[in-house]
């Protein structure tokens, strides 16, 4: 019930900083406050959170978290309301409307000493309810003197006198969880306006505060304004201490206001952590369009003031000469006024006016959705949050306009948070007039509060308020520029109100090291080149020669170098006469070799990760990619042009095996001729994509890779480029060209380590199409066991974190601060100049340091000369001389001519043209190298062509040399392992994007190998050291390191299993071995490091004077241990232990603090900026990179948060009407940079070929028959050449019962009299044929069927995707007809497409379905196939091969699938333009039995039906062709055998299609007196075969592929229950029935192994766990009754596993014995191999073998119908004791059969002789009884 003053709250808000701020700095005399700037946005997210970091930043909900302490609310329980009370939200208990929007228009009688106040209800947030409440409760303006208690009246009911907040707070329905308290829910005041409307108005002060003025209630106040518009009249009436929705304007409440006279809970002037935790930002990920006016944030483009209708302001004369600077002026607020007079000495920059407009435009991101308006930034908080901004910048430190542009937003949501809440939250409603009337920062109070702000950086920013306009402030800033007032003044922020009052503002940045920068980042990066050329070329860099050759004291630099000269002639003359003299074999290094030519594990995984994606295009269903059709894989490789990069290609290429792969191998024997798959993207190019073009457009079945190596190069549109003669827009116009995108045969793959600016809203590349290179380690696990860890970026900045010693990421400051005072010297030119011509003196006194001149050295850096001596000592510690490569980036390929020859000129005078080589790398030009180290590189690479010369840098591994890597970027070349060091100090730091810093650093990326270790050297880290030899116990372990690698200090190794850390070394900085001269010459004793092998040498005592190091003497210099350790050091290669460790990065300051520092979600800074030039922001209100993303996150955020600018090439990539841009054949290859991507693409390209060819082949099933017989007689029935067969020829030849079929090779053999079975060992069972059948794998021709994922463009129809019928548009049909045999109607369904109905005859037009039309027997069409095709098939819906157009040549035919019903929904998904016919429920379970009895059924009762409505239409009934087709679902391609017609010899086999094969059968003579017509099986050996086989037409077994006769075959059908060998069954009993069967021997047919589905896939499984499990045969048949384990298999195929696995213990006498089979009675079952089988047939008038003296060994009935009787059975010949089994469904019919074939009187039976199928009652068993013959 109390009231709470000043400091109640624990938070700390805007104004408590700001009141710390201005009381230290009023009682501080000599330190400097921290601005209040850095303690609210800046510094929040580095410090530990502090007592108050976890309050909310919505003061609300901080006023409604209930106690004052951080305890947790106390929950509070309302009292009951009394009864009949109204308990409404938003109405008091006498349920009167106490709303705001209700009672505004209302009058409303308020007592004397009462206002009028809103009090907020949690239950009904977007409400106020209307108070009346006792003044003197309510605190004054100043946060004060508000008596405790409380006294209030109900404005809806009148009722008066409320004592408690309690009691009033329930009376209003406030509904509160936690103690009601009157400052916690009375919030506003309650205001009319102008309208006589109740609005909300100020806030309630409840917290303490001492404005100056007095608080107004002016009863008419105006709406809401943000303060910047409004007139001075409006903004008197508006209150400076309150702001809305809870929280205190910035700026407002402490408005002319000194010290606070109260210190606030939480502020210390001491401490400022306890500040720093209130201005977490909140990150809201919220898409919002940028708007059009954006400008980018990192790069600054120079442009034209604008045009200002007033005075115009006149630039001094000889501004840089005097100031030594050129100003940049930030545009801000307001027109600047025109510039005249020295302007070319002036910059104007749009940047910071572009950041104001970005910032204005953030509140568009919720009114896009419906929210209702949220006021911007004010201009004034604007300009002073600029202030506070370049207050807290670094004296070095150059503005980043994305640091502005966070730091807008941050104090936008921090002003709206409620808003931002509300719309998150609830967002469906426009919340009603949710600003309310905040109280923004007023004009007159900016000035002041600025110039506070700047005042606490001394002079660094200085306010200009006074000027009456923004032409008198600049000419205040120039003249005080002139007079020298500004020396030590950074940044000139310029304040004036205009005429209008509006505020106007610009930003001189005067500051040198900052104006230059700004200078030199407004020009292009071509611009830059172009200036740093004209500086060199014209002479301007004279005087700076001059100046550094000058070594003041110590001479100058060409006299030294002169005497060095004549000193090292001598030496070396005198030298190389002894070694001439004594010369001997010298020792050779064993360590070398090279290893660029390896392939990697984690390569392979890419390449497969590539060619995935590329399937997963092919198997869309947008039909982008017919992988099926291409037979070819040709490529192009683009890259840069850069000559080391192309040849670098050429080389990967040629050492890959992938030429080899594509067949391309005998087309390129040498390295000359694989250029033609190379390519540089310059005018040259043009002419080979042109030539791809034309290639692909004839050659339709060859698939073209288009590379796209170093994607980011060249982003430029060749729309906005113009054209021309430029370079610009080569890469869009050539790769973006209109038919690269339309060929379906080229598929265009973009390879980067940097795709961030591909990525963008407008990209080409679909996300699902982005392939990102995976981590290697898991939890430290190498996933790819290679033993190597990528060392890249990421490990270089872990590197400045880990405190172990240097860091492998530095930056030099000796050099920075010696480039800071020259940079001031020489003031006009560029800053590249100047850094080069510094590094250009450091290592040319770094060498002749190195070379014995130590006094020289302070004129170098330690960092410097640690390089040198590391580059001259390496070559001596190796009998080869290998030694390390120090890389020098010098973009300017002007500047990079004079290091080379300004180096080369120092190293010649020094005497060491033979320790070291400096090349030059410019990637116009090869690669050019003395014959002293050609010589060595031949050696060493063990080349014997006398021309060679490397054309790569990896070629110059381990070879001692500077390489000075020119170019505005690199460009994709690989560096060797050698790299030591990487000297960055000369890089732009004025491009701060993403992409050119770590392109950069992306020179350093290293592959670090746990390769061979050195198990002498306890120094490498690799070494299989002891536990002991690591002991941090002792100091001289600790620190033994070479000299030379004392700068590695990370441990690279430490997170690669099994590698022991490398231990730190002793010192920062220690120094190398000094001269590398003749050791007998006086010189300075090397330093040498301390050696944990030889005590002598102690670690030496650290020293911060490198020339005090040098002159200490050292025990080393003794000559007997110092001859012996140098041979030691001599003999151990320093190159070969080195290939293990990251080379060492030196970088400019600036790059390095972005680079190191960490933004708010911890990662480094770098992230966070413009991922390049082309791109800029979609908005600024957007969310940082998190730590956590993954690259493929990472991809979304960019194309999420960026677009590209109009000189981007994906700039027109936006189509009207689609959804999406993205192009079909287009991926994106991401990974770090010289991590592999070359070699991976590569493989890709080898194995893309390789499944290419694969899909062009099949796997074919290619056995030589069966139970071939070379003892029959060569009889030739049919003349050599005969086209058709002769029904009396055939009628004339006896049926051959033996099967050929390699399938049956495990079956049992159907007995013949002219057949005698080979004499062979073990026959294999037929499951073991059946897993290891021979094949062949053979390619598709072009007439191959094809299962669901073949797609190309003919067969879009045909498989139902032609746009006129729609997917999946079918309908269901039944069809019904009775059969005798099973006693019942049929019911069959039919699937017919929309396309498909005219097959059918209807009562009416989709009424009910008739039949099936059939043609007429005279019928003949060129383009028709007559018969129609039905496949049965089952698990086979992907993999069946259904697709016949090819097959069939494009001709018309009507192809039926037959499948069972609960397969039908998948098999219409993926063949949604076939006709199906569903078979019924019951024959779920059946066998090929089933299929193909309804199969034959059907079409002969559709027969009689066809020919019913002929009659009809004047027919005869017999002309109605009566022939079908029964194809097996792996029939693949057909083949006809060429014979010579006068010879009789056979020729080739070729592949033809099936429409040929069908029209020559159907065309035969006589073809309607057939029963049965087939094909031979393919074999490729069927030429060697003998016998009948060479006949073009047989009689035999037909399989696979039938030409059937229905109404012939009337009274033969197939058995509907059998599960295998039902084709055996049904060709016997069709011969038996007198039906002529026909193969036509000159065509084949090929069958495609399918292992997946089919009839064979029936598992039997036990009936309880219905879980396959192991059964033996023996257990598939049981006694009946007994209680013995079920079986869930059907008893059909039990019966037939058991009688195969068992018959021959059931037919012992028959076993083994052709001679005494068993006789089959009308039906074939297979015994088992060693079991014969005699087939004979009961019916009357049927074709049998003669068996008269024939003894069988067995009786096999099954299901006997009325035709067996017990005389027929009485002709046939018993051994005594053989075995009779006969088979019939149930008991009761098996008794009756024994009874009716008077079995009893010849055969004995036995009780236990009874068997039954071991199927439960309900499974319908099947019954046996075995018996033997007296």
């Known amino acids: 019930m109390g009231n709470s003053y000043a400091g109640q709250l624990r938070t700390t808000r805007f ?92 009058s409303l009688e308020v007592p004397p000493g009462f206002l009028l106040v809103g009090a907020k209800s949690p239950s009904i947030p977007d409400h106020i309810l209307v108070c009346a409440v006792d003044r003197r409760f309510i605190p004054d303006e100043r946060g004060h003197n508000a008596l405790l208690g409380f006294a209030g009246n109900c404005m809806g009911c009148g009722e008066k006198g409320f004592r408690y907040f309690t009691e009033f707070s329930h009376h209003i329905n406030l509904k509160l969880t936690t103690q009601p308290k009157k400052q916690k829910h009375l919030k506003h005041y309650l205001l009319r306006n102008a309208q006589g409307q109740l609005v909300k108005g100020p806030l309630i002060c409840w917290k303490g505060i001492d404005p100056v003025g007095p608080l107004h209630l002016p009863e008419n106040p105006h709406a809401l304004t943000n303060g910047n518009h409004c007139p001075p009249s409006q903004q008197a009436l508006q209150q400076p201490g309150v702001a809305s929705h809870g929280r205190p304007s910035v700026i407002g409440t402490i408005t002319n206001a000194g010290p606070p006279k109260k210190r606030h809970k939480g502020w210390s002037p001491e401490s400022s952590k306890a500040n720093d935790a209130a201005a977490k930002a909140v990150s809201t990920a919220t898409t919002g369009p940028r708007s059009d006016n954006g400008v980018p944030v990192s790069v600054s483009q120079g442009s034209p003031p604008t045009l200002a209708s007033g005075e115009s302001v006149t630039v001094p004369e000889n501004l840089v000469q005097t100031c030594k600077l050129q100003p940049v002026i930030f545009k801000g607020h307001g027109n600047l006024p025109v510039l005249c007079g020295n302007t070319a000495e002036v910059q104007v920059s749009a940047l910071l006016q572009a950041c104001y407009r970005n910032s204005q435009a953030l509140p568009r991101v919720y009114e896009q959705y419906g929210a209702a308006p949220i006021q911007p930034l004010s201009t004034e908080m604007q300009i002073l949050l600029t202030v506070y901004y370049l207050v807290q910048l670094g004296s070095h430190q150059m503005p980043l306009m994305e640091d502005l542009e966070q730091i807008f937003m941050r104090s936008w949501r921090e002003s709206h948070l409620t808003e931002i809440r509300q719309y998150q939250q609830t967002r469906p409603q426009i919340p009603p007039q949710l600003p309310g ?136 003359s005198l030298s190389s006469s002894q070694e001439s003299v004594g010369d001997s074999p010298k020792p050779t290094c064993s360590e070398y070799h090279a290893e660029w030519h390896e392939i990697r594990a984690i390569q392979l995984a890419v390449a497969r990760k590539l060619l995935s994606h590329v399937c997963a295009i092919a198997d869309s269903s947008t039909q982008n990619l017919d992988l099926g059709s291409f037979d070819k894989v040709e490529f192009l490789i683009c890259v840069p042009p850069s000559e080391v990069t192309f040849q670098q290609i050429i080389l990967h290429l040629w050492n890959s095996g992938v030429l080899h792969e594509l067949g391309l191998d005998q087309e390129c024997l040498s390295l000359k001729q694989v250029e033609q798959y190379v390519v540089k993207l310059d005018q040259d190019a043009v002419e080979k994509i042109d030539s791809l073009i034309q290639k692909s457009k004839m050659n339709p079945y060859t698939l073209y890779i288009l590379v796209h190596d170093h994607a980011h190069w060249d982003l430029s549109s060749a729309h906005y480029s113009g054209g021309g003669g430029s370079r610009e827009g080569l890469v869009d116009s050539l790769l973006n060209c209109r038919q690269i995108r339309d060929a379906p045969n080229i598929l265009t793959l973009h390879v980067t380590s940097f795709p961030f600016a591909l990525q963008t809203q407008y990209t080409r590349v679909s996300p699902y199409n982005e392939i990102h290179w995976p981590s290697t380690f898991n939890n430290d696990v190498d996933l790819y066991n290679e033993k190597t860890k990528y060392f890249g970026i990421s490990e270089l900045l872990d590197s400045t974190h880990t405190g172990a010693g240097l860091p492998l990421l530095r930056f030099d400051s000796s050099f920075e601060n010696m480039a800071a005072a020259v940079e001031d010297r020489f003031p006009k030119l560029h800053s590249a100049v100047i850094r080069t011509h510094i590094l250009l003196q450091h290592y040319s006194v770094a060498l002749m340091v190195a070379s014995g001149q130590s006094h020289l050295q302070k004129h170098t850096s330690v960092e410097t000369l640690e390089i040198v001596q590391c580059l001259l000592s390496s070559a001596q510690r190796c009998p080869s001389n290998h030694g390390h490569m120090v890389l020098l980036r010098v973009p300017s390929p002007a500047l990079a001519l004079v290091t080379q020859q300004r180096l080369t000129h120092v190293r010649d005078k020094l005497g060491l043209q033979n320790q070291f080589e400096v090349v030059l790398g410019n990637p116009t030009s090869a690669l050019s190298l003395g014959k002293h180290f050609l010589d060595q590189l031949k050696v060493w690479l063990k080349v014997q062509d006398p021309d060679w010369t490397p054309r790569t840098y990896l070629e110059l591994e381990a070879l001692p040399c500077i390489l000075i890597l020119t170019g505005m970027e690199p460009l994709g070349e690989s560096l060797p392992r050698s790299l030591k060091y990487c000297d960055l100090r000369v890089i732009s730091s004025a491009f701060l994007q993403r992409t050119p810093l770590e392109q950069e650093l992306g020179l350093a990326a290293y592959l670090v190998k746990a390769g061979a270790r050195d198990p002498h050297d306890p120094r490498d880290p690799r070494a299989a050291t002891t536990g002991s030899d690591l002991s941090e116990s002792d100091p001289e372990k600790l620190c033994s390191t070479d000299n030379e690698e004392e ?36 010189q300075p004793p090397p330093q040498l490091p301390p050696d944990p092998r030889d005590p002598t040498r102690a670690a030496p005592a650290a020293t911060t004077d490198p020339s005090t190091a040098q002159r200490r003497p050292s025990k080393s210099t003794s000559s007997g241990s110092s001859s012996t350790r140098a041979s030691t050091l001599r003999q151990r290669c320093s190159w070969a232990r080195n290939r293990s460790r990251p080379p060492v990065v030196l970088l400019p300051r600036a790059a390095y603090e972005v680079l190191t520092a960490l933004d708010a979600s911890g990662l480094p800074k770098s992230t966070s900026l413009l991922p390049h030039a082309a791109v800029e922001w979609a ?123 390699p399938k049956y090779e495990g079956i049992s053999l159907i007995y013949s009299t002219e057949h005698t079975p080979a004499e062979e060992g073990n026959p294999r069972r037929q499951e073991d044929v059946y897993l290891r059948r021979r094949t062949s794998r053979i390619k598709l021709s072009k007439y191959a069927a094809y299962n669901t994922y073949h797609h190309c463009e003919q067969c879009h129809q045909y498989m139902g995707f032609n746009p006129r019928y729609q997917l999946y548009e079918s309908t269901l049909h039944t069809f019904t007809f009775s059969h005798l045999l099973l006693g019942e109607e049929i019911q069959l369904y039919f699937i017919i497409p929309k396309s498909k109905e005219h097959h059918f005859a209807f009562s009416q037009p989709g009424g009910q379905l008739e039949s099936l039309r059939l043609p007429l027997a005279s019928d003949w069409n060129p383009d028709c196939i007559k018969s129609p095709i039905f496949t049965p098939t089952t698990g086979r819906h992907e993999h069946g091969l259904f697709n016949l157009y090819h097959a069939m040549d494009g001709a018309a035919h009507l192809h039926i699938l037959v499948i069972k019903e ?98 020559h059968m159907e065309s035969s003579a006589d073809i309607t007196q057939y029963g049965l017509c087939g094909l031979r099986k393919w074999s490729s050996r069927y030429g060697n075969q003998t016998g009948r086989h060479r006949e073009p037409f047989s009689r035999g077994h037909l399989h696979d592929f039938l030409l059937l006769n229905v109404d012939l075959t009337q009274n033969v059908q197939y058995n509907q229950n059998r599960f295998t060998c039902d084709d055996v069954d049904f060709n016997l009993r069709a011969h038996s029935a007198g039906l002529l069967v026909c193969r036509f021997n000159n065509f084949s047919v090929m069958k495609k192994q399918i292992t997946i589905g089919g009839y064979r896939t029936f598992i039997v499984k036990t009936k309880m766990t219905d879980v396959p499990t192991t059964v033996q045969p023996s257990q598939y048949i049981c006694a009946p009754d007994s209680k013995h384990t079920f079986l869930s298999t059907p008893a059909q195929l039990l019966l037939e596993k058991y009688l195969q696995h068992t018959s021959h213990k059931l037919f012992p006498l028959s076993a083994h014995c052709y001679s005494h089979p068993v006789l089959s009675v009308d039906c074939y079952l297979n015994l088992g191999p060693e079991v014969t089988v005699c087939f004979v047939s009961s019916r009357p008038h049927s074709i049998n073998l003669s068996t008269t003296d024939l003894l069988f060994g067995g009786l096999l009935l099954y299901f006997c119908d009325s035709f067996v009787t017990p005389g027929f059975l009485k002709k046939f010949h018993f051994l005594q004791g053989a075995t009779l089994c006969v088979i019939c469904p149930n008991r009761s019919s098996l008794r009756q059969t024994v009874v009716r074939l008077e079995l009893e009187d010849e055969w004995r039976f036995r009780l236990s002789d009874e068997f039954q199928t071991a199927n439960a009652k309900e499974d319908q068993p099947l019954f046996f009884l075995t018996g033997k013959h007296i």
């Open 15 to 106: 104004e408590e900083v700001l009141h710390s701020s201005i009381e230290a700095s009023l009682r501080s005399n000599t330190v400097v406050p921290r601005p209040v700037f850095s303690q609210l946005y800046l510094e929040a997210e580095n410090h530990p959170t502090s007592q108050n970091a976890g309050r909310t930043e919505n003061e609300e909900d901080e006023e409604e978290d209930g106690s004052e302490s951080n305890s947790p609310p106390i929950l509070y329980q309302m009292k009951t309301p009394p009864e009949g009370s109204c308990t409404t939200d938003g109405f008091c208990q006498a349920g009167k409307d106490l709303r705001l929007g209700s009672m505004a228009t209302d």
């Open 437 to 572: 009337l905040a109280q923004p920062l007023t004009p007159s109070q900016l000035p002041w509060l600025a110039r506070l702000a700047a005042s606490s950086c001394g002079d660094g920013v200085l306010v200009l308020d006074t000027a009456a306009s923004l032409a008198d402030g600049l000419r205040v800033t120039f003249q005080r520029l002139v007079d020298g007032k500004l020396a030590q003044t950074n940044y000139v922020v310029i304040i004036c109100m205009g005429k209008s009052q509006d505020i106007e503002s610009c930003v001189v940045v005067t500051g040198k090291h900052q104006t230059r920068a700004l200078a030199e980042s407004m020009l292009s990066p071509g611009d830059n080149l172009k200036a740093i050329s004209y500086e060199v070329y014209s002479g301007m860099t004279t005087e700076l020669r001059a100046y550094f050759n000058s070594l003041g004291p110590d001479g100058d630099m060409e006299s030294l170098l002169e005497k060095a000269s004549a000193e090292s002639s001598g030496h070396f």
């Open 1047 to 1082: 700068e590695v200090v990370v441990d690279v190794n430490s997170d690669l299993p099994g590698l022991d850390p490398s231990p730190p070394p002793a010192s920062q900085h220690s120094q190398s071995d000094g001269s590398i001269l003749d050791p007998e010459k006086p």
């Open 1179 to 1301: 908005s600024s209100f957007r969310p940082l990179l998190s730590k956590i993303m993954t690259c493929t996150e990472q991809s979304l955020y960019y194309r999420q948060w960026t677009v590209p600018r109009p000189n981007h090439m994906d700039s027109s990539n936006r189509a009207e009407g689609r959804a999406d841009n993205f192009h079909p054949r287009r991926l994106l290859l991401s990974g770090p940079p010289q991590v592999g991507k070359t070699g991976a693409y590569l493989q890709f390209l080898g194995i893309l070929s390789r499944m290419l060819i694969r899909l062009m082949q099949v796997d074919i099933y290619d056995e030589e028959d069966i139970n071939c017989s070379d003892k029959l007689p060569l009889v030739q029935y049919h003349q050599a050449g005969v086209t058709w067969p002769s029904t009396d020829i055939l009628r004339s030849m006896s049926f051959d019962y033996t099967i050929h079929d």
């Open 1462 to 1559: 609960y397969e039908m929904a998948v098999y219409k998904k993926y063949w949604p333009n076939h006709i199906m016919l569903v078979l019924p429920t019951t024959f779920n379970g059946a066998g090929i039995g089933a299929a193909h009895f309804l199969i034959k059924e059907l079409s002969y009762h559709n027969l009689e039906l066809e020919r019913s409505r002929r009659v009809e239409h004047g027919s005869r009934a017999q002309d109605v062709w009566p022939f079908i087709i029964l194809a097996d679902d792996s029939c693949v391609m057909w083949n006809a055998l060429d014979v010579d017609p006068k010879s009789g010899s056979k020729g080739t086999e070729r592949n033809v299609s099936l429409k040929q094969v069908l029209q």
